[in-house]
C-alpha cells in the first residue's frame, strides 16, 4: 500500500464544486470513479479544499492509497487518459503514508478574476466575473491593503461559520489591472468558507462607492456599524496552488 | 431602410465557423435567427470575415439592412438580450446603405495562443493550442519577422486557393512569451483561407527545430525545396480586430 499525492486542476463549470454529493456531478466522485476504473481498487481521495460549485482550481491537492504497480510518478499520465478534459492532473507522486493534504500547514493563494466594460468577451464567460458598473480602482487597490496580516474573518464567512476558529493570516493582498481585467490575488494560511468570494464582494461594493476603503478594516477589527455579506459568483474564482511548509 | 453595422465577438467552441452550412449550426445562421425573432423581418447579415470551425473572434464585422424602428446604438443590447451567450454585439452603430464589410480597405489582427508544458490547463482547453514539445523561442522569434512586409502567400494556403492573387501586406508579426503561453499576433491587409493556421503550423515546425528559422522567407520567396503545409489547430485563433481605413 501507497499513499500518492497529486495536484488537480479543473474548469469547475459543469461540477458541483470538490465534495461528492447526492445530487450532481463532483470533482470527487469523477476522481474516485477514474481511479475505481485505472486500477480496479475502490479508491477514495482526500482532497485539501472543498471548492464549491462553479469554482475552478490550477492547483488542488489529493491524495489516495492504492496498492496499484503503475509507478506513482505515471499515475497522473495514466489518470489523464481516462479523466473528462476539464480535470487534469498536474502531478503526481508517493508521499508518506501519514500525509494529510489538510492536516498539513500550508499556504493558499487564490485568484479572483473581473472583467469590465459594456459587453462581456464570451471567451471569458466562465472564467471571469463580469461587471457593468464602473470601479474605483484605486479604492480597492486601497482597500486590500487592510487584508494583510492576521485578522478575525467572521465578517467574511457565512452566519453558520460563527464560533469556530475564524482567525487567519493573509500574507500578501494584491490587484491587478490590464486592459478590461481586474485581477485579486490573495495568498494565506488559510480562508474560510466563502471567504474570497465575500471579500471579492466587499471589495466591489467599496469599487461602487458604497463603503470607503477602511470598510474593510472596519469589519476585520469588528467596529463596522453595517456589515453587508456580499458573496461574489463563483465562476471568477481559481484556487491557483497550496504550498505545504515545515 | 437603414444599415446598421454590428462588431461580433463569440467562442467558436461549438460553431461551425461563420458562415451558413446546410448541416450545423453557424454564427452567420444564429445572427440571422436571433434577428428576425428581434425585429420580424427575414434578415441577412453580411460578414467580414468568415472565420473557421472552432476558430474565435472579438472583432468580426456584420452588416444587416433593416426597417427596424430599434435605434442603431441600442441594437446591440436587444441582441445580447436574445443571443446564446457564447456570442456577443459589442457594438451597434448605422452606417451608409453601400458601406460593406468586405469591400472596404481594412486591416485585421489575428491572435494564436500556444500554451506549453506536461499537462495542459483545462481553463485553457478551448481557447489555446496546447504543445508539449520543447519549443526554441527564438528560433520562432526570428521566424516571425520574415514575414512583414509585402509577400506573395501562396505556400501559406490551400491548393484549391492557388491562382487566385495570393499576395498580402503584413504590417507586424509578434511573438510573445508569458509563463507557458506563447502568443503569435499577426497584423494584415488580408488574409488567405487558413493562413493563420498554416503560418502558425510552419511556426511551430521551426520551433520544435524540423526547419530554420529562414524557412518563413524561403516559402514566401518561393524558393524553399520542400514546402510542408501543416495547419494549427483552430481553438488558438482568434480574429481580433479589423480595422477600416480610407
Redesign the interface.
Known amino acids: 500500500m501507497k499513499r500518492i499525492k497529486v495536484i488537480v ?3 469547475g463549470t459543469r461540477y458541483c464544486g470538490w465534495q461528492i454529493q447526492p445530487n450532481g456531478i463532483t470533482i470527487e466522485a469523477v476522481l474516485n470513479q477514474t481511479l475505481a476504473e485505472l486500477i480496479g481498487e475502490e479508491i477514495k481521495v482526500a482532497g485539501a479544499s472543498r471548492t464549491d460549485s462553479g469554482v ?1 482550481a ?1 492547483g488542488n491537492v489529493a491524495v489516495f492509497d492504492t496498492d496499484s504497480n503503475i509507478p506513482s510518478e505515471r499515475m ?1 499520465y495514466a489518470l ?1 487518459q481516462k479523466l473528462p ?6 502531478n503526481s507522486e508517493e508521499v508518506p503514508a501519514d500525509w494529510h493534504p489538510r492536516f498539513q500547514k500550508s499556504i493558499k493563494t487564490y485568484e479572483y478574476r473581473l472583467e469590465t466594460g ?6 471569458q ?3 471571469h466575473y463580469f461587471v457593468t458598473q464602473p470601479l474605483d480602482f484605486m479604492a480597492m487597490e486601497e482597500a486590500v491593503t487592510y487584508l494583510v496580516g492576521e485578522h478575525d474573518f467572521v465578517g467574511f464567512t457565512r452566519e453558520e461559520c460563527q464560533g469556530k476558529h475564524t482567525i487567519r493570516k493573509i500574507y500578501s493582498a494584491t490587484l491587478l489591472r490590464a486592459d478590461t481585467e481586474i485581477l485579486f490575488q490573495i495568498r494565506g494560511n488559510g480562508f474560510l468558507y466563502n471567504m474570497v468570494r465575500m471579500i471579492m464582494g466587499a471589495l466591489l461594493e467599496i469599487g461602487k462607492g458604497r463603503f470607503p476603503p477602511v470598510y474593510i478594516q472596519e469589519v476585520l477589527k469588528g467596529e463596522s456599524k453595517e456589515v453587508v455579506k456580499v458573496t461574489a459568483p463563483p465562476q471568477g474564482l ?1 484556487l491557483v496552488n497550496i504550498e505545504y511548509i515545515k
Request: charged share 15%.
Open positions: 486542476a479543473y474548469d475552478h490550477l497522473m489523464n478534459a476539464d480535470i487534469r492532473i498536474m459594456t459587453v462581456p468577451n464570451p471567451l464567460r466562465f472564467t481559481v
